[in-house]
Structure formats: structure tokens, C-alpha cells
């Protein structure tokens, strides 16, 4: 589909089902090749690829509602704003088993988060963005967002938070990968870092932040606070 089109590719208000499908070549002036753009919309994918899309937010896929990804690639997608994985107004994410690289946007080349989401045994790596270049991470919904049993590595950022940028908000590590030469950057809020978080790079911290480390945790000697 190489029309620029003002909404989405696949508008999803009731329940979206979908396996084995591949999603690429959209472009959109709004939002990307699947909006979930209801609080009560379902989207269920499976194995599915969605790459090289293009749209301001959430370039592959965009969440108001409630979407689980499970076995899924997303590569290639470029939003002029937020996130090839967009999360927002409260909206429930679930991530499982995916890939998400190669991605670009301004906040949050892979993912940016704005609601609860859980990414479990998933690799996010060699995103570009301004700022988060893996995550960007900001709401002011108080539910706790959980990182778990994952990968994040190799990306890259313009300004500031390479592989994740927390700009506000609560976040919960556990069992994470953060490679040696990675960078994540916080800003305020809460970030919990459990059990057997392996966190090698660089940790930039500001007085607004709380940062709380359970003792079953492994954290590089290349970790620093910036007060």
C-alpha cells in the first residue's frame, strides 16, 4: 500500500485475531499499519511480521486498547514522532517472544510506552531515535510497567537515553539484559531493578528518580549516578 492515507491500515475497534501475517510497505499521516484505537479493542497477533511502515505514531502498531504480540517481528518502520511499538492512553501491552530492531522515530525508536506493558523474552536492539532509542518510557497512569526476561542492546539515540529513556513514571526490571556499552538515562519517577537483572552499561540517574535494587541483582562496574 504505497498511498499516504490519513488513518491506519487495519483501525481495530472490536477484536483483531490475525497469525502468520505480514504488514509491510503502509504509509499513514496518523497512525501506523494496525490502531487499536479503542479502550475496549482487542488485537491478538501470532507470528505475524509488520515492516517498513511509515506513519507519525506508532508506525507498526499503535494501543489504546488491549494488544498481545506473541512470535512477532517488527523491523524497518519509521514514525516521524512516536515509536514503531506505540503504547498510549492507558492502553494494555504485551509482548512476548518478539523482535523489535531496526526501527526509527523521535521518542523511542522501538517502543514507546504511555500505558502498562510487559515485554518478556523479547530482544530490542538497534533502534534510533532522538531520545530512547530502544524505549522511550513517560506516563502518569500509576500502574507498574514490567520489563521481564529480556534484551535490550545496540541501539542508538541522538540527545540522550541510547537503549532507554525513562522521562517519568514506574518501571520493574526483572531478569533484563542491559549490555556492556548500553545506556539507559532516568529522569523521575521509580524504576525497581529485581532478581537476576544483568545491567552492564550505564546508568544516568537525576535526583527525581527513586532506584531501588534488590539484592538478586548483577550491576556493572560501568553504572553511575548523575545528581
Same mark, same amino acid.
Do not use: P
Given at each position: 500500500?504505497?498511498?499516504?492515507?490519513?488513518?491506519?491500515?487495519?483501525?481495530?475497534?472490536?477484536?483483531?485475531?490475525?497469525?502468520?501475517?505480514?504488514?509491510?510497505?503502509?504509509?499513514?499521516?496518523?497512525?501506523?499499519?494496525?490502531?487499536?484505537?479503542?479502550?475496549?479493542?482487542?488485537?491478538?497477533?501470532?507470528?505475524?511480521?509488520?515492516?517498513?511502515?511509515?506513519?507519525?505514531?506508532?508506525?507498526?502498531?499503535?494501543?489504546?486498547?488491549?494488544?498481545?504480540?506473541?512470535?512477532?517481528?517488527?523491523?524497518?518502520?519509521?514514525?516521524?514522532?512516536?515509536?514503531?511499538?506505540?503504547? #498510549?492512553?492507558?492502553?494494555?501491552?504485551? @509482548?512476548?517472544?518478539?523482535? *523489535?530492531?531496526? !526501527? &526509527? $522515530? +523521535?521518542? %523511542? =525508536? /522501538?517502543? #514507546?510506552?504511555?500505558?502498562?506493558?510487559? @515485554?518478556?523474552?523479547?530482544? *530490542?536492539?538497534? !533502534? &534510533? $531515535? +532522538?531520545? %530512547? =532509542? /530502544?524505549? #522511550?518510557?513517560?506516563?502518569?497512569?500509576?500502574?507498574?510497567?514490567?520489563?521481564?526476561?529480556?534484551?535490550?542492546?545496540?541501539?542508538?539515540?541522538?540527545?540522550?537515553?541510547?537503549?532507554?529513556?525513562?522521562?517519568?513514571?514506574?518501571?520493574?526490571?526483572?531478569?533484563?539484559?542491559?549490555?556492556?556499552?548500553?545506556?539507559?538515562?532516568?529522569?523521575?519517577?521509580?524504576?525497581?531493578?529485581?532478581?537476576?537483572?544483568?545491567?552492564?552499561?550505564?546508568?544516568?540517574?537525576?535526583?527525581?528518580?527513586?532506584?531501588?535494587?534488590?539484592?538478586?541483582?548483577?550491576?556493572?562496574?560501568e553504572c553511575r549516578s548523575r545528581w
Amino acid at each position: 500500500n504505497n498511498a499516504i492515507q490519513s488513518g491506519s491500515l487495519i483501525s481495530v475497534k472490536g477484536t483483531l485475531n490475525a497469525e502468520y501475517v505480514t504488514l509491510e510497505d503502509n504509509l499513514s499521516s496518523d497512525y501506523g499499519a494496525i490502531h487499536c484505537d479503542d479502550a475496549s479493542g482487542r488485537v491478538n497477533l501470532k507470528a505475524c511480521t509488520i515492516k517498513n511502515n511509515r506513519a507519525s505514531n506508532g508506525s507498526a502498531v499503535a494501543n489504546k486498547g488491549t494488544s498481545t504480540l506473541i512470535n512477532c517481528e517488527f523491523f524497518g518502520n519509521l514514525s516521524e514522532k512516536n515509536g514503531a511499538l506505540y503504547n #498510549y492512553g492507558g492502553g494494555i501491552l504485551k @509482548i512476548t517472544d518478539c523482535n *523489535v530492531y531496526n !526501527n &526509527t $522515530a +523521535i521518542y %523511542g =525508536g /522501538g517502543l #514507546y510506552i504511555d500505558g502498562y506493558t510487559e @515485554i518478556k523474552n523479547s530482544q *530490542v536492539y538497534g !533502534n &534510533t $531515535a +532522538i531520545y %530512547g =532509542g /530502544g524505549i #522511550y518510557y513517560s506516563t502518569d497512569i500509576t500502574v507498574r510497567r514490567v520489563i521481564a526476561t529480556s534484551l535490550v542492546m545496540s541501539n542508538n539515540s541522538a540527545i540522550s537515553g541510547k537503549d532507554i529513556f525513562m522521562q517519568k513514571g514506574e518501571m520493574n526490571f526483572i531478569s533484563l539484559t542491559l549490555s556492556s556499552g548500553s545506556e539507559m538515562v532516568l529522569k523521575s519517577g521509580k524504576i525497581t531493578v529485581e532478581n537476576t537483572c544483568s545491567i552492564l552499561g550505564k546508568i544516568v540517574l537525576t535526583s527525581g528518580v527513586n532506584f531501588v535494587r534488590s539484592e538478586e541483582r548483577r550491576v556493572g562496574k560501568e553504572c553511575r549516578s548523575r545528581w
